[in-house]
């Protein structure tokens, strides 16, 4: 039981990154989960169409700055 009450409060989404430089987005990921790998895509990077529960994209624009709300998936 404990276990599912700590999934259930694991952070899925960080809509307050949006407007962040990537680097300090895929750093405050990583410190609140580390369980879960950051890939940061730049405009037009091809993607996969799979979901990973154990993986975050990070969409950035031309500026490296954080341009979609980076959720698990």
Do not use: Y
């Amino acid at each position: 039981m404990d276990r599912r009450i700590k999934m259930i409060e694991l952070k899925s989404s960080w809509p307050e990154l949006v407007g962040v430089l990537a680097t300090l987005a895929a750093t405050e990921i990583t410190k609140e989960r580390p369980d879960v790998a950051v890939e940061v895509l730049p405009p037009g990077a091809p993607l996969t169409p799979d979901v990973n529960e154990k993986r975050v994209r990070l969409f950035i624009d031309n500026s490296g700055i954080v341009a979609k709300t980076p959720v698990i998936g």
